[in-house]
């Protein structure tokens, strides 16, 4: 079952803006990662953060994650044409042996 | 490094034909690979898990008879699609987790076959 909820389903945003994506799961979990995927491609893995993280930083990428809340956030500063994609969290559960369920994506949009 | 490559990248065959698809981690050993299926703007589900050596655990829904998954090596796994036909079209992904860049929780993912059935 797909457990992560991505929020906003679509954003729409110019180059150079920063975009925030968030996501929400129901189950404890041990990760979560974001990935991205161009359209027709596979993913790209972009970032994992443990159940014991709050924040993680890499490059324009920034993922926090509240575990209280069962939630995390995406932040892509300084948004170029080329972020353009869709970006989905996907979580691991204890005891599930790695295996990951996924949210429904967020359509990210970066006009020139 | 963490490279996952898939096999072919698009496919079309006939209505009750089968299709293999394979999925190899080329710089490092993949003690489990799993396969997703993606339909038309929507998120991955997840089919099966396969470890090597080992028969494919899979997901509830998904007919292991129609879906035969063989995990041969630490490097391959295969995916094939038996008696197809069009409700079988979609994007086929696999992933696979290993010793990669010391990490054994972050699943690299295969750039995808696309299967389409007439």
């Known amino acids: 079952s797909q457990q992560g909820e991505e929020d906003p389903q679509a954003l729409s945003i110019q180059e150079g803006e920063n975009a925030t994506m968030n996501c929400s799961y129901k189950t404890s979990i041990n990760n979560l990662q974001w990935y991205r995927q161009n359209s027709g491609r596979g993913l790209v893995h972009l970032i994992l953060?443990?159940?014991?993280?709050r924040e993680k930083h890499s490059g324009r990428l920034r993922v926090t994650l509240d575990t209280s809340k069962k939630s995390s956030s995406l932040l892509i500063t300084a948004s170029r044409a080329a972020d353009t994609a869709s970006y989905f969290c996907a979580t691991d559960a204890p005891g599930s042996n790695y295996k990951l369920t996924f949210g429904k994506g967020t359509l990210l949009t970066v006009n020139p | 490094g963490a490279v996952v490559s898939q096999h072919p990248s698009r496919v079309i065959c006939k209505s009750g034909t089968s299709v293999k698809i394979e999925c190899r981690s080329l710089d490092f050993q993949a003690t489990t690979m799993f396969w997703y299926r993606q339909f038309p703007k929507k998120s991955l589900m997840l089919m099966a898990t396969?470890?090597?050596?080992?028969?494919?655990?899979?997901e509830q829904g998904v007919e292991k008879d129609k879906f035969l998954i063989n995990h041969a090596s630490l490097t391959l796994s295969t995916l094939t699609v038996t008696s197809a036909h069009p409700e079988d079209s979609s994007f086929y992904i696999c992933s696979a987790i290993g010793s990669a860049s010391g990490s054994t929780d972050t699943q690299y993912f295969g750039p995808g076959t696309r299967l389409t059935v007439l």
């Open positions: 953060i443990r159940s014991n993280e």
């Open positions: 396969s470890n090597e050596g080992s028969k494919a655990t899979y």
